[in-house]
């Protein structure tokens, strides 16, 4: 069954902007996200080895379908602090489109991974933890939520941080690709894609939000487990979207429309206007020259080579330079 956007009068979202979604036969509402040129260029500003990119972009993707969902002008921040290789991920999301991004890593310990084989994103993060981070503006209580890094994805992550933070079942996918292009005469150039769904569901009755309590863990032997049926609509909306395979969420062919179509058509799937996202840094001279005033004059000092002082940001890269 075909999808023609044109006859349905929906313009596709097309690359790099966020659209929601609901099946409102299933109590279901989403997002959905495809990459393009905005991943591309952060990526290629920073230059990174390519498991390290790859994590990022899972990162960036998740963030972007958290960060979204903000119905107030404010920042989502989504930042991991681990023992692993990448020691540390932030992907700073600014109301309503500016996304930016940065790593920190051990390259040695990076490396090492690679000629393992075993450079997967849980091995490169480790154990630590995650914080989602919302603030609200000025004069706002921020708010953040915290989830332990055991050795899981991304993915994993946001199910968890829901899960005990909100009390909303929530599903989600992330996929990151490549793609090569033969130029020319010789040699070929690399496309970085990625792509994301998150579902969330939220029915009207609140007895059908009910959930099993959490593992109890060490508890001692014997201990009965709460469990409960999940609803049955929920059923149904987990199991449609474990079927999407990455090839689906990082092919630039595939829309995020079609994409819903073939999850949802069954029972019938909502679009609501698309979120445009940039690749754009809060940086300036201004705010860094406020933030160098708070320094003592020794501390210029030390900061001063040759007669300057050089700043740079390490989301874009800028630099900024003032006399020492």
């Not at 929601?20 to 990174?48: C, K, M, N, T, W």
């Not at 840094?281 to 708070?294: M, N």
Request: glycine letters at 8%.
């Amino acid at each position: 069954m075909a999808l023609n956007l044109e006859e349905l009068g929906i313009a596709p979202a097309g690359l790099d902007a966020v659209r929601p979604f609901a099946v409102e036969g299933l109590d279901v509402r989403g997002r959905s996200v495809a990459f393009g040129p905005v991943l591309q260029s952060i990526l290629d500003r920073h230059d990174y080895p390519e498991p390290v990119s790859r994590l990022l972009a899972e990162a960036i993707v998740l963030a972007s379908l958290l960060g979204t969902s903000l119905k107030f002008d404010g920042r989502f921040t989504l930042q991991t602090q681990t023992q692993g290789p990448v020691s540390m991920l932030v992907v700073d999301f600014a109301s309503p489109d500016a996304i930016r991004a940065c790593a920190t890593f051990d390259t040695g310990r990076v490396e090492a991974l690679v000629k393992a084989g075993k450079a997967t994103p849980e091995a490169l993060l480790g154990h630590g933890h995650l914080a989602m981070t919302i603030d609200q503006g000025q004069h706002m209580q921020r708010y953040q939520g915290l989830v332990e890094l055991d050795g899981i994805s991304l993915e994993e992550v946001a199910r968890r941080y829901f899960d005990r933070s909100e009390q909303i079942p929530t599903e989600v996918r992330l996929g990151v690709g490549e793609l090569y292009t033969r130029n020319e005469g010789e040699g070929h150039s690399k496309t970085w894609t990625a792509g994301g769904i998150l579902i969330q569901f939220l029915p009207e009755a609140p007895e059908r939000l009910r959930q099993a309590d959490i593992d109890p863990g060490d508890a001692p032997e014997g201990t009965q487990l709460h469990e409960m049926e999940e609803d049955d609509a929920w059923v149904e909306a987990k199991a449609l979207v474990d079927t999407v395979q990455d090839v689906e969420l990082t092919d630039p062919e595939v829309s995020v429309e079609m994409l819903l179509f073939r999850l949802f058509h069954e029972r019938g799937v909502r679009l609501f206007d698309p979120q445009p996202l940039s690749d754009k840094c809060r940086c300036s001279r201004e705010k860094i020259e406020g933030v160098l005033s708070g320094f003592s004059v020794e501390e210029k000092d030390e900061m001063t080579v040759d007669g300057r002082i050089v700043v740079t940001c390490e989301f874009c890269n800028a630099k900024y330079e003032f006399d020492g």
